[in-house]
């Protein structure tokens, strides 16, 4: 079993929709980030918590350390909103590696 | 500060030649990480470095492979006698120390394509 769970692996929205991803750890954590990659690779750092929310734009990132969860939340989604979306942590204990879910591609439609 | 570059973006190459990437971090940053990722998976660590110092080192860096960032600047991944196993996009992130008042999180570079044919 993966450290980093993710569901669902994909996700086809109309534009407009409120979207959730979710993301579902094993280990102690000290951080977990959400990142977003287009096609072609580029990978962009969303948001990075370790507790609570945060919200930038129309993302919404929440996390529960007790149950070991966090949800990437889309409002009003839009077809540029169409990306892969990764769900990773970085471990207690002072490494500063980061271990990756393996995404969840994400389709919006117009 | 254009971000984290990569060179090349994209590499072809035959079953046991030797391959090297570099990645040029955003300049005040610390910390330099290079990850793998395949087709339809996640990325997976490689390797870090604070300054010049490599201190982690993924059990994925076969004796094939190697890292170095000499001046704690710019670092350089070199893979010798390339198996087609090796094919994958190399990525390069970097960060500044914590508690240094940037905003943390790991800024990742375009990344390398490697085909090993």
């Known amino acids: 079993k993966n450290e980093v769970e993710q569901s669902p692996q994909n996700l086809t929205a109309q534009e407009g929709e409120f979207i959730t991803i979710n993301c579902s750890y094993s280990v102690g954590i000290s951080a977990l980030h959400w990142l977003q990659q287009h096609p072609g690779g580029g990978i962009v750092s969303l948001f990075m918590?370790?507790?609570g929310k945060k919200k930038h734009g129309r993302l919404i990132a929440t996390i529960n350390i007790q149950e070991k969860h966090s949800s990437l939340h889309i409002t009003a989604s839009h077809p540029r909103d169409s990306a892969v979306y990764i769900c990773?942590?970085?471990?207690?204990?002072?490494?500063?590696?980061?271990?990756f879910g393996k995404g969840t591609k994400l389709t919006v439609n117009p | 500060d254009t971000g984290v570059s990569q060179d090349p973006r994209h590499k072809i190459t035959k079953r046991g030649q030797n391959v090297t990437f570099r990645c040029d971090p955003i300049?005040?940053?610390?910390?330099l990480y290079w990850y793998r990722q395949t087709l339809g998976q996640g990325p997976e660590f490689l390797t870090y470095?604070?300054?010049?110092?490599?201190?982690?080192k993924s059990r994925l860096l076969s004796d094939r492979f190697s890292a170095e960032r000499p001046k704690g600047s710019f670092s350089t991944l070199e893979i010798q006698r390339t198996e087609q196993g090796d094919s994958a996009m190399y990525l390069c992130a970097s960060s500044p120390l914590r508690g240094t008042g940037r905003p943390g999180g790991q800024y990742f570079g375009p990344g390398t394509r490697l085909l090993v044919l």
């Open positions: 300049s005040e940053h610390n910390r």
């Open positions: 918590l370790s507790s």
């Open positions: 990773a942590v970085r471990l207690l204990g002072g490494s500063e590696k980061l271990v």
């Open positions: 470095f604070q300054n010049e110092a490599q201190l982690e």
